[in-house]
């Protein structure tokens, strides 16, 4: 584990050595290691830590205790979002890799990412370090996608994106095609905003066993575009929505997936393997035949 000397960890306090050393006499907090020759040795992870508290706080004590709660566990969402707020990079990167020492992908995902990001998106006066975390957790999520193994599913699961770029719920939807990667299953996620006939080509392509609509920017009028053309395909490919994707109210017969990644997937594999999806959205009434007929009429 990394550690620094007594002088450097006071200075990235900003309090003095003396200073240091007496919290920890008191209340032995940070907790120092010894070297072989006597020496302190402060882990990193402690101190930064007590430093983030000690600026939330401005109170010794009430610091150490938040730091103490903090530290017992693996990488924080708060972590990270100090990461984007100081446009550090290396250190969102070490949170990341932190937390998969302990969690698995889709955890650090959904337990640590996406909460960071939530907190980032629409503070006044961050709009800078929102951008970035936007873009860095892109990468990161890219990066993780390209070393997913070969599907071991024959299932296709064709993703219907209507976020808007740099946007946390692109951020969603990101994860979401990760996770289902990750489960085994073939993918392909497209704007949903598309040419009917470039995703008429796609599907059939990909030969879908089910269409997800993603995001939050799709219109009723684009919705009825895409289910109609899959029923032009003759496609029996049942379809799903994620996070609330359908832009009406009410009752309708576009079963929900649910809000997360792992749920997602974990429902999407109970419908094709054969089993019954009891989670059906309360929505404006909009079967599949409606929709084809609202198409037709926009056509």
């Not at 990468?139 to 299932?155: C, E, F, I, L, Q």
């Not at 395909?233 to 009752?251: I, Q």
Request: aromatic content about 6%; charged content about 25%.
């Amino acid at each position: 584990m990394s550690g620094i000397r007594t002088n450097a960890a006071a200075e990235l306090l900003g309090v003095s050595p003396n200073t240091l050393r007496s919290w920890e006499r008191r209340f032995g907090y940070p907790s120092p290691r010894r070297t072989a020759g006597g020496h302190r040795q402060y882990d990193l992870t402690e101190l930064e830590a007590l430093r983030r508290a000690l600026l939330e706080t401005h109170n010794i004590s009430s610091a150490i205790q938040v730091a103490r709660q903090r530290g017992e566990g693996p990488s924080s969402a708060a972590r990270l979002v100090d990461a984007f707020d100081r446009f550090d990079e290396l250190t969102a990167d070490r949170v990341m890799e932190e937390s998969l020492a302990v969690r698995s992908v889709e955890r650090t995902v959904e337990d640590l990412l996406l909460p960071a990001l939530e907190f980032a998106h629409d503070r006044n006066g961050r709009e800078a370090e929102y951008e970035l975390a936007c873009r860095w957790a892109t990468g990161w999520m890219h990066a993780v996608k390209r070393v997913v193994p070969t599907a071991t599913r024959d299932d296709g699961v064709f993703l219907f994106d209507s976020s808007p770029l740099l946007d946390v719920e692109s951020l969603h939807v990101q994860a979401l095609e990760l996770t289902l990667r990750r489960a085994g299953f073939r993918v392909l996620m497209l704007s949903i905003g598309l040419p009917q006939e470039r995703v008429a080509r796609a599907m059939r392509a990909l030969e879908p066993s089910a269409l997800v609509l993603c995001g939050n920017g799709a219109t009723l009028d684009v919705v009825g575009r895409l289910v109609y053309t899959a029923r032009q395909l003759d496609s029996g490919a049942p379809v799903f929505e994620y996070r609330d994707a359908m832009p009406v109210t009410g009752k309708h017969s576009i079963r929900s997936l649910g809000g997360r990644p792992t749920e997602a997937a974990a429902n999407l594999k109970t419908v094709l393997d054969g089993g019954a999806l009891e989670t059906v959205v309360e929505k404006a009434a909009l079967t599949e035949g409606a929709a084809e007929k609202l198409a037709a009429q926009a056509l």
